[in-house]
């Protein structure tokens, strides 16, 4: 998809498809009581073409809403579409985006092919809503039939996004730009988490990041077995060792032009199992298929990577990806079994399908090894986390106030949702084992999410650390008004903006 910044009157600008926000500006909490529609723009002539409509009352503006006016008169555009954003008061830069995710697949199925996008006027900050609509008609546009034999091509070919008079045009454009940026990298981390697992190995995992980082200028290394062996990643490697596919270790760096002092060095950890049968543990067959998007937390660092590289902020990123199949096999890790990590300490193998954080755990530490002094990891690590929270909210762990309250300023911008989870010390008795060091599942199933982020931080040290538990929001089973069912690619656009926040 192509999007362009349109600095001409909305009216005048053909169009196959005109998009123009309102919301409802009505303070009732009747839900029968007639809306006040008020279309998010000054253009008298958008306003003219929508006002028979809008005094019927058939049209309430309510978030993600459509209707749809045909050869509306006065307007160039062919068609008017009014997309609601919900009650005024409550109208945010993230409900835009939404919306102009909802505009975009209004489209898609109908041939319409290009559209314009109306930036709305009024209290919205107009360079945020100008990055959110590219952003919202980016990631709209994806479809994860990638392999229908008669799949029919839907793409959106281009959006213009209209620029009401008096906007700040530099600003403008650096906000459309940021927006392409992090949204096309969002939909490469979509791509990778969508290919099934015959088409994602590790290896080819490692392929396709550093063919992302030749492109971008990244420097991108990828180790397997013997480098593992020699760095110890005992617990990385026991996972691997039940498949016949080799692991992957992706580290890939990027270092700006200059870097002040005492700017933290930035490590982004990911848990990149491209199948998981749960090895010896094996899991039930129903809905196994699903679990390719288990990289999905590697996928999200390497995407994040992807758009760090071109919005140069000045602090130095490390990213890591763990990647491995987990297999039951003759060569697999058992229930019982004790293995060392890189850091030295020994886990108990309670249970084979606890795999992520066992990767993780060799990742987080390697990122120490290499500088890293602030840590953020992010795994769709446990289906505890799901039932905790649904599939509104993702889980956030954190053992620094400082690391937590950068990665909040940071969802005021990307608009993701995350909740804060505990990770305290009286947690730990959890996983003391009787044998090693620490065993590598709770002694009891309460509390998984919260288990598994204790393991992880095991391996910190005293590094600021957060930990993202992306299970319950990675792969959406349903179609919603702004996003196709499939890979989502959240926390990719938290984590870009927590590492600029420290830059």
């Not at 930035?266 to 199992?273: D, F, N, R, T």
């Not at 990665?407 to 990770?423: C, I, N, Q």
């Not at 590598?440 to 992880?456: D, P, S």
């Not at 930990?467 to 990719?492: F, M, N, R, S």
């Amino acid at each position: 998809m192509n999007t362009e910044l349109t600095f001409t009157p909305a009216a005048s600008a053909p169009s196959e498809l005109l998009a123009v926000f309102a919301a409802d500006s009505s303070t009732s909490k009747d839900k029968d009581a007639k809306p006040e529609v008020s279309l998010l723009t000054s253009d008298e002539a958008i306003r003219k073409a929508a006002n028979f409509v809008l005094a019927t009352g058939e049209f309430r503006a309510e978030a993600n809403e459509t209707l749809l006016l045909h050869a509306p008169e006065g307007l160039a555009a062919t068609r008017l579409l009014l997309v609601g954003l919900g009650k005024a008061a409550k109208a945010d830069v993230h409900a835009v985006r939404r919306a102009a995710g909802a505009a975009v697949r209004f489209a898609k199925p109908r041939g319409i092919r290009s559209l314009s996008i109306l930036v709305p006027e009024g209290s919205l900050d107009a360079v945020q809503s100008t990055r959110a609509i590219a952003e919202g008609a980016i990631l709209a546009d994806f479809d994860s039939d990638t392999y229908r034999t008669d799949r029919k091509d839907r793409s959106i070919e281009a959006v213009s996004i209209l620029v009401p008079s008096g906007a700040h045009k530099s600003a403008i454009e650096a906000g459309h730009r940021e927006g392409v940026i992090i949204a096309e990298s969002q939909n490469f981390a979509r791509d990778l988490i969508n290919e099934p697992g015959n088409r994602m190995t590790p290896t080819i995992l490692g392929q396709r990041a550093g063919e992302m980082a030749a492109e971008y200028g990244l420097k991108c290394e990828v180790h397997s077995t013997d480098k593992l062996r020699e760095l110890k990643m005992g617990a990385f490697l026991a996972v691997a060792q039940g498949s016949d596919e080799p692991p992957a270790l992706i580290v890939i760096q990027y270092e700006p032009e200059s870097v002040k002092p005492d700017t933290p060095i930035m490590g982004l950890v990911g848990k990149g199992i491209t199948f998981d049968t749960g090895g010896i543990s094996i899991k039930p067959a129903d809905n196994m298929e699903k679990m390719k998007y288990d990289m999905a937390g590697g996928a999200a660092m390497i995407g994040a990577m992807r758009a760090i590289v071109q919005l140069k902020p000045a602090v130095k990123v490390i990213a890591i990806v763990c990647a491995a199949e987990n297999m039951p096999s003759g060569k697999a890790v058992k229930p019982g079994d004790i293995v060392f990590a890189m850091s030295g300490k020994s886990i108990e193998v309670l249970n084979t399908d606890a795999e992520g954080r066992m990767v993780l755990a060799d990742g987080l530490h390697y990122a120490r090894e290499l500088g890293a002094t602030r840590l953020i990891n992010a795994a769709t690590l446990t289906g505890a986390v799901a039932i905790a929270l649904g599939q509104i909210n993702a889980g956030v762990f954190a053992n620094d106030e400082d690391a937590y309250q950068h990665f909040t300023d940071a969802l005021k911008t990307s608009g993701e949702k995350f909740w804060r989870l505990p990770v305290e010390d009286d947690y730990r008795d959890q996983i003391r084992s009787s044998i090693a060091d620490i065993q590598n599942t709770g002694l009891t199933r309460y509390g998984g999410a919260t288990n598994a982020a204790m393991f992880l931080k095991e391996f910190v040290g005293d590094t600021p650390w957060l930990h993202l538990d992306i299970a319950g929001l990675a792969w959406q089973d349903a179609e919603k008004p702004w996003l196709a069912k499939g890979p989502t690619g959240v926390a990719l656009r938290s984590i870009v903006e927590w590492v600029r926040s420290y830059a």
